[in-house]
């Protein structure tokens, strides 16, 4: 009996704290849970690169809202913007994975040869080495770095 109770007593913590954590910790726990992406993005393209099977939605709200009832399992986006979308509408239903699964590049495209481009060089360097730009990524993202 006292077997038992121990085997019991131990499933119980183990699914109670599955629940309570999540079931996706890294990249490699996609392939055993239901995951969504935005409809037509680059997640979509990498994840279809992967060979994981997912869901699509027309955009983050979607997603994340079926990510509160329970439809899927885990949300895959750009890491910036899903923190940010989190922290702002839904802190009580979804939690970000501290994880990258690949790096994205952005870039701000001028015409070739534009007097505008070492000026915003400039602007943009003054402003991501201040610490401003380091307040605002805190206050925006939490403790998720973006740069």
Known sequence: MIAIAVFTAGITST???????????GFNDLRSVRVGAVANSATTDYLSRQRLSFRTFPDIQGGLSALGRGTID????????????????????????????SSESYAIVLPKGSALRPMLDLAVLDQIEGDWWQQTVFETLGNAQSR
Request: no cysteine; net charge positive.
């Open 15 to 25: 699914l109670t704290r599955r629940g309570l954590e999540g079931a996706v910790h």
């Open 74 to 101: 885990a949300f895959v986006h750009d890491k910036p913007l899903l923190t940010w979308m989190v922290r702002s509408d839904f802190s009580a239903s979804a939690r970000v994975v501290d994880t990258s699964f």
